[in-house]
């Protein structure tokens, strides 16, 4: 392709074609600086984005003049010996050009692909190889096409058994192998063509290696020579790819052909050479002692620790802990370091999602269909042994790195973060420790700074933050956040999941005692409260779960403390609000049986009565058929001193009140038996405050009579 010039100053701007034309000659002439060649991949790849809408609208597609020798120009900027920067900008042009070329650019990519591996120099082989693993996660139906056809994958093993070795060879064939495993078909077809060298890498005789190291400290040139091609053996780097490749087959069991999809897991591995354990203990060896090479070990234990055996023994190295902690410290945000430790610590504190009933009863119908007679759970993923692994990781540093990286990381890493601290705040005694740490202040914002449509997130986060609120006093934990920031992400998950397919009640059991919690604080905080969710907090007052509508009742008592939010819900004298007042009394009730749910509908009764500027409660109890009984029931409990209390004090509030409301509540109760009820209530109790409340309502009833 002939060099066009640029337009001579005052002419008219290049078309689009013509500007194409130019950026490829000017990537084809090399020798550039890498800020001259970023900034015209930069540009050749808006071109290619804005292509496919402007060629629907009838102009002329830029990739009719992007010929073979185009796309050899961009594939070869995939190369490995690039610059990372050059490699970046290459790797979103080359998407942007498979998204504007369609067909024509996918046969153009696989035809540069099989070309270089035919010509079976040792750049081209790294040529080739970069460019597929660049662009597996860009298409990934094209490159395991490529790499799945008849021929390509048997002859991967000849060469990386070579006597003479390239170790960028090595390296960039080992990199596509690993982007391969991604894929469940390239994945049994790496199993089928390569364990076997790839085993052999791994395994290579550490005597020679001994040799080779003596030979390198006499000649210390020889490894230094392009390409590596002195060398008869494998690599450090190499040997660390082929165990992460391994890592990946041996974490996901191939099932052998023929063989039941519900056949016992231990039935369906295959004999291998290198177990998941052995190559687990070499990556946490790598991991502690050569830390030059912290990528592939993380990426290898990323995979490892899907096995719960890996699990456990990792969990149980404390020095391992501890510097995949550092390693995930001093990873750069957003990069595959972090993403990778991260993975890591999910799959070590990750515990098994809960089982309702009939999810219970269908495995084990699963198990006694099963062939082998049995399909249960791996007990080392119970909720003891994780409660202990997350342990184990708190102990080891994590929260603070957790709390960082936080900050500047992606959405993808940060939805890591959220299950991580969710599932440390399973553990009760780590919560206090969570809060002081910063967990607190990182839900809050992670919940904020999540798009609504990562709804599952989001929910994630504010139950991990009720669970921590839960037990912790707000008074401590919100000394430099605002305490109200809290209150949107619990409120968020009041309601049940509606996009859930079985109903968990657990998140909003969760944020009603968290709310509870800070509804005890002062007034500001029950408004807010009030505001973000009393439509659904009333609702589960009518919950058939005793617990929700118990934990309901009890964040009601506490908002009722305040004197506006008791007028402004109770007090305006609306149907409304003498429904309330009834629901209240029904949950008072004998009949209502859970003590709790009783004490919580007591108390709130006496914050009610005792506003005399708003006498609607006390008006709606003495016109409810049954509220004199149900008040003084209260009074006369067998078992419990707190509710013969609160029973006392709304007799006395009651009473106590003005005018024509105070005069029908003494009528009422006195008809209803109120002097024997106080009388019994007296006499079952120790305590003075109730002593003290029954005697001040006898006072009134009897000196009014």
């Not at 153009?108 to 591996?117: D, N, P």
């Not at 139906?141 to 390239?166: H, I, N, Y």
Request: glycine share 6%; proline share 5%; hydrophobic share 40%.
């Amino acid at each position: 392709m002939a060099a066009p010039t640029s337009p001579p100053p005052g002419a008219a701007p290049l078309g689009r074609q013509d500007q194409t034309m130019l950026l490829f000659a000017r990537l084809m002439e090399g020798g550039k600086e890498d800020e001259e060649t970023v900034a015209d991949l930069g540009t050749l790849t808006r071109l290619l984005d804005g292509d496919v809408e402007l060629s629907k609208k009838g102009d002329s597609s830029i990739t009719t003049i992007i010929d073979a020798d185009c796309v050899d120009t961009i594939a070869c900027y995939l190369d490995m010996r690039q610059p990372d920067i050059v490699r970046a900008h290459a790797t979103l042009c080359t998407s942007a050009y498979l998204k504007a070329a369609a067909d024509d650019g996918r046969k153009k990519l696989s035809e540069f692909f099989f070309s270089r591996v035919r010509r079976g120099t040792y750049d081209d082989y790294i040529v080739a190889f970069c460019v597929a693993s660049t662009i597996f996660p860009l298409v990934p139906d094209l490159t395991s096409e490529l790499f799945l056809r008849e021929g390509f994958l048997c002859t991967l093993g000849p060469l990386m058994r070579r006597k003479w070795k390239s170790r960028k060879v090595e390296t960039a064939c080992l990199e596509m192998l690993n982007a391969a495993c991604m894929h469940a078909q390239c994945r049994e077809a790496v199993q089928k063509y390569c364990v076997d060298w790839l085993e052999e890498i791994v395994d290579q005789d550490p005597d020679s290696e001994a040799a080779m190291k003596a030979i390198h400290s006499a000649d210390p040139d020889l490894h230094q020579q392009e390409g590596s091609i002195s060398m008869r053996r494998h690599s450090q780097h190499v040997q660390n790819l082929a165990a992460v490749v391994l890592a990946k087959l041996r974490a996901v069991p191939m099932q052998p052909a023929g063989s039941q999809s519900n056949q016992d897991p231990e039935l369906r591995i295959q004999p291998a050479t290198t177990s998941i354990e052995d190559l687990s203990r070499r990556f946490t060896k790598m991991l502690v002692e050569d830390p030059e090479h912290a990528a592939s070990s993380v990426e290898g234990l990323a995979y490892a620790t899907i096995q719960s055996k890996v699990k456990e023994g990792l969990a149980q190295d404390k020095e391992s802990l501890k510097r995949l902690v550092k390693t995930l410290e001093t990873a750069p945000p957003k990069s595959p370091l972090t993403y990778g430790a991260l993975s890591i610590f999910v799959n070590l504190t990750r515990y098994q999602p809960a089982e309702f009933e009939e999810q219970k009863r269908l495995r084990q119908l699963k198990a006694y269909a099963s062939a082998a007679g049995k399909l249960q759970p791996d007990p080392l993923n119970d909720d003891a042994h994780v409660a202990e692994r997350c342990k184990r990781v708190f102990e080891a540093g994590i929260t603070p790195v957790l709390v960082t990286h936080s900050k500047q990381g992606s959405a993808a890493s940060l939805s890591l973060i959220i299950s991580i601290i969710y599932a440390l705040s399973m553990t009760p005694a780590l919560r206090g420790q969570l809060a002081q740490q910063g967990a607190v202040r990182l839900l809050i914002a992670a919940w904020t700074a999540l798009p609504e449509k990562e709804d599952k997130t989001r929910r994630t986060a504010a139950q991990a933050l009720a669970r921590i609120l839960i037990s912790t006093d707000p008074a401590l934990v919100f000394r430099q956040t605002p305490q109200n920031s809290a209150i949107r992400p619990l409120a968020s998950i009041v309601a049940p999941d509606p996009n859930a397919e079985t109903r968990d009640l657990l998140p909003t059991f969760e944020s009603l005692l968290a709310l509870t919690n800070l509804a005890s604080t002062d007034d500001v905080a029950r408004a807010a409260i009030a505001r973000a969710a009393w439509d659904d907090i009333e609702e589960l007052l009518f919950s058939s779960n005793p617990r929700v509508c118990t934990a309901a009742m009890e964040l009601v008592c506490n908002l009722v403390q305040s004197a506006e939010q008791a007028a402004a819900l109770f007090g305006d004298g609306t149907p409304r609000a003498e429904t309330r007042t009834k629901v209240v009394l029904a949950l008072a009730d004998a009949d209502a049986e859970d003590v709790k749910t009783r004490s919580a509908a007591g108390g709130a009764l006496a914050s009610l009565t005792a506003a005399v500027d708003h006498p609607a409660v006390v008006r709606g109890i003495v016109a409810h058929a049954r509220g004199a009984a149900i008040v003084l029931g209260l009074c006369r409990d067998d078992e419990s001193e707190g509710l013969r209390h609160r029973g006392a004090v709304v007799v006395q509030n009651m009473i106590c009140h003005g005018g024509e409301v105070g005069e029908r509540a003494r009528e009422t109760l006195l008809a209803a038996g109120a002097v024997e009820a106080l009388t019994e209530c007296a006499k079952k109790s120790r305590s003075a405050e109730v002593v003290q409340a029954v005697v001040g309502a006898l006072e009134v009833l009897l000196g009014g009579e």
